[in-house]
């Protein structure tokens, strides 16, 4: 599999484990319509969510991974 389907596959997996969890978290402390439910855990997910990109360097294609909670890129 190239690094770039790779890259947008972790961030399909990411995006939609964190929706799932804030979703089903807001949706049980919080009694709100569902359609707003779900913008607002598109959202959480949205910014909380790693974020894969695949490059071209020396080496090839590599995949790197930016997230809020990490400071600066890592290579996987």
Same mark, same amino acid.
């Given at each position: 599999?190239?690094?770039?389907?790779?890259? /947008?596959? $972790?961030?399909?997996?990411?995006?939609? %484990?964190? $929706? /799932?969890?804030?979703?089903?978290?807001?949706?049980?402390?919080?009694?709100?319509?569902?359609?707003? /439910?779900? %913008?607002?855990?598109?959202?959480?997910?949205? %910014?909380?969510?790693?974020? $894969?990109?695949?490059?071209?360097?020396?080496?090839?294609?590599?995949?790197?991974?930016?997230?809020?909670?990490?400071?600066?890129?890592?290579?996987?």
């Amino acid at each position: 599999m190239r690094p770039k389907y790779k890259a /947008l596959l $972790f961030n399909f997996i990411g995006f939609a %484990v964190l $929706f /799932l969890i804030a979703r089903l978290a807001l949706g049980y402390f919080l009694p709100i319509n569902r359609i707003f /439910l779900a %913008v607002t855990a598109a959202i959480i997910a949205n %910014v909380l969510a790693p974020k $894969f990109g695949a490059i071209r360097g020396e080496d090839g294609e590599k995949i790197l991974m930016k997230w809020i909670f990490m400071k600066g890129f890592r290579e996987l």
